[in-house]
């Protein structure tokens, strides 16, 4: 199909002549509200099949497997005829060749735009955490790519026992995840407590974004090299180091990178410098003038082809650079203290590359191995066979194959369930005697080792050392599930619902909404061209509904938030549940 007709069918899909700047620009700023939207454009507009939506690390880039897919699928003839939407924080990080094209659209998060494109797509495709208020639609596809393997500790640890809620609700709620290798397939299980829960589909397929680096061609290599102004006749050194800190807390010591970065400077070669974007805001004062930035829309994976040598800390980014056969070196010139805040997943032993403590040290090495034919040790070699098993160039079109066309023959399926699975619902549990007989239950079922056990309960009991004795001690024989502070999202008549005291009248389908947000679904609807309904895998009809009927649907939304389509062949409930854990709990049997 031509662009100018796709551009004609998709009609609001691109331009701003139907809804106006404040529909792509303004943020909307109040939660509830911006929950209330999100129930309302999902209850309005029907999803289309041929509409991807794409986000990478909450919008920071156009970046990772996400973007890797994209080019795949933007580039493939048979799917001319679909739209493309990115989600991006700046304009500065979309690359030219895209930013005003007519296929592909670029919103903000938490603009209504936003909203109204995470309900219109068929199909989503992210690499990290999504927004608090998203939940799948049946009829939408879901692809959670991750965004590295692990040498960080993530997830569930001892120091972290319920683990991180939001990255395991983007997993649950994923229809297909993919990971690289074994390995990471084993920590997706355990640390992010897909085990026994996922119902979706859990491939190893590689990284798309691996893609990127084994096959870029001649002509974009010469493209990046004289953008970044490299000198042919040097080698290229690579810097890319990671933040410190905790999530939320996050740290870097400036003066320490700003006297790396000088002595790096002096040595013979093209020196660039890539920082991880959650540490951008700490070295804003540095002087990086005498080394090469790569502006925003540089991709990682495309200069990683071009590098003849990378210096990394405790990124995972070494992993991605395997695939080149180059030296990897590991500057841990803090390593003690930072394997004690943050754990890691491999010892210095089992890396591939030379690890250096000392910046003099440092350069001496790098000055050595960019001066002689690298030729890769024992330990490079099994680190590429364990970690990089699936990188021959061809994810992106696996990915495609499987996830958008639904042909599962090219992946290596990994089951999330092997067993019956039975779920203890326990919600916000205190120190009682009802609490410790509800955990000891838990652990005999986990120590039976016949089930695939699984805790679900509020993240108020961090606060609770029995529950977290019990946790901390069960390890990873159990899932783990916390339920954050929410407050459930809700259509303005599902709100009306839950003040109403009489259960079966019926709501009344307009309900006073508000003007803004109504004119403008109103809007669309009448404006969207009567051929795009042919892509429509559902119309939007919504009938009036009764109290309990509106109550149910809150609630069934707000366990698909948490769990996707996930259900369990028992459920085990704590004997003290209010009201609100007892309706979630309605939703969680097959």
């Not at 955490?129 to 939408?140: A, H």
């Not at 119902?199 to 990284?207: I, K, T």
């Not at 410190?244 to 990178?257: E, N, P, S, V, Y």
């Not at 700003?258 to 002595?263: K, P, S, V, Y």
Request: aromatic residues 10%.
């Amino acid at each position: 199909m031509p662009i100018d007709k796709t551009t004609a069918e998709l009609g609001v899909l691109h331009g701003r002549r139907v809804t106006g700047d404040d529909f792509w620009e303004l943020k909307i700023s109040d939660d509830d509200e911006l929950k209330t939207r999100y129930c309302e454009y999902q209850s309005d507009i029907a999803v289309n099949e041929r509409v991807v939506f794409y986000e990478s690390m909450s919008g920071a880039r156009m970046m990772d497997s996400p973007y890797a897919l994209f080019k795949e699928i933007f580039n493939d003839p048979a799917f001319s005829d679909y739209h493309h939407v990115w989600s991006v924080r700046s304009p500065s990080v979309i690359p030219s060749e895209y930013k005003h094209h007519p296929r592909v659209s670029f919103v903000k998060r938490n603009t209504d735009a936003h909203l109204f494109f995470l309900n219109r797509a068929k199909y989503l495709v992210g690499n990290s955490v999504q927004p608090d208020f998203l939940v799948r639609r049946p009829e939408q596809k879901f692809l959670n790519t991750w965004h590295g393997i692990a040498y960080k500790t993530l997830g569930r640890d001892i120091n972290n026992p319920l683990g991180a809620a939001a990255s395991v609700y983007s997993l649950l709620q994923a229809t297909h995840v993919l990971t690289p290798c074994e390995f990471m397939t084993e920590i997706q299980l355990d640390r992010f407590s897909m085990r026994g829960v996922y119902s979706g589909d859990l491939a190893e397929v590689g990284y798309p974004r691996q893609d990127l680096t084994i096959n870029l061609n001649a002509q974009t290599e010469q493209s990046l090299r004289t953008q970044l102004s490299l000198d042919p006749g040097k080698k290229t050194v690579l810097y890319a180091p990671t933040w410190r800190g905790q999530k939320g807390g996050a740290r870097f010591d400036a003066t320490h990178l700003e006297d790396d970065i000088a002595a790096l400077s002096e040595l013979d070669a093209n020196v660039v410098f890539l920082a991880h974007h959650i540490m951008l805001r700490h070295i804003k004062n540095v002087d990086f003038s005498k080394i090469i930035v790569p502006p925003a829309d540089v991709n990682t994976n495309e200069l990683l082809a071009v590098v003849d040598l990378l210096i990394t800390d405790y990124s995972s980014i070494f992993f991605d650079f395997l695939v080149t056969g180059k030296p990897v070196v590991h500057y841990f010139y803090d390593y003690e203290e930072y394997e004690s805040e943050r754990g890691l997943t491999l010892p210095p032993e089992d890396l591939p590359g030379l690890v250096i403590r000392e910046r003099t040290d440092l350069v001496r090495v790098v000055s050595d191995l960019i001066r002689k034919e690298f030729v890769p040790p024992p330990e490079y070699i099994s680190a590429r066979e364990r970690f990089c098993s699936h990188d021959d160039g061809k994810a992106s079109e696996r990915t495609k194959k499987w996830f958008i066309e639904g042909s599962a023959r090219a992946v290596k399926h990994v089951p999330a369930k092997s067993r019956p699975t039975i779920v203890f619902w326990g919600g916000r549990m205190d120190t009682s005697a009802r609490t410790r007989q509800f955990l000891d239950q838990l652990e005999r079922e986990a120590r039976s080792n016949q089930k695939d056990v699984t805790l679900f309960v509020s993240f108020s009991v961090q606060s609770n050392p029995v529950v977290l004795d019990t946790i901390k001690r069960l390890g990873t024989s159990i899932s783990v599930v916390a339920r954050k502070n929410y407050e459930m999202a809700m259509t303005e008549a599902e709100a009306i619902a839950r003040k109403r005291t009489d259960a079966d009248d019926p709501i009344p389908k307009e309900t006073a909404p508000r003007s803004l947000l109504r004119g403008t679904i109103d809007r669309l609807l009448s404006k969207i061209p009567a051929t795009i309904h042919k892509n429509d895998s559902r119309q939007s009809n919504r009938a009036p509904a009764t109290k309990k009927e509106l109550q149910d649907a809150m609630y069934r939304r707000e366990y698909r938030r948490i769990f996707g389509d996930s259900e369990f062949d028992e459920i085990v409930k704590f004997n003290g549940l209010s009201l609100f854990w007892k309706k979630l709990a309605e939703h969680a049997i097959k």
